[in-house]
């Protein structure tokens, strides 16, 4: 069974940090670029950041750029976020996502193989 399973979320202080981490099971972790995708309350998804297959190139939105730092761990099957100088427009659902092949950017949801169930960001003083 393939499993996505997002942690690490939670409520922080503008300015403040937090890591996000997304487990994968089920399938090949290097056969896949993983995304971070995230909806605020009210709006659609809007794309973060993605790192390649094996994690040679990342890529950021312009709205997390020099704040958000992707990452993974290969002998982990795992997936990071880490999130500085957070701000309360960073607030949102947070879903990891795997594919094998997609446009980067793309918030087309089947564009995806794969999607976790979410971990809640809270920016707020």
Known sequence: EVQL???GGGLVQPGGSLRLS?????FTFRSKSMSWVRQAPG????????ISMGGSWT????SVKGRFTISQDN????????MNSLKPEDTGMYYCAAARFCPVGT????????????????VSS
């Open 43 to 50: 709006k659609g998804l809007e794309w973060v950041s993605e």
């Open 75 to 82: 002998a982990k099957n795992t997936a990071y976020l880490q």
């Open 59 to 62: 890529a950021y939105s312009d």
């Open 22 to 26: 997304c487990a994968a099971s089920g």
């Open 5 to 7: 399973v997002e942690s």
């Open 107 to 122: 918030v087309v949801a089947g564009a995806y193989n794969y999607w976790g169930q979410g971990t809640q960001v809270t």
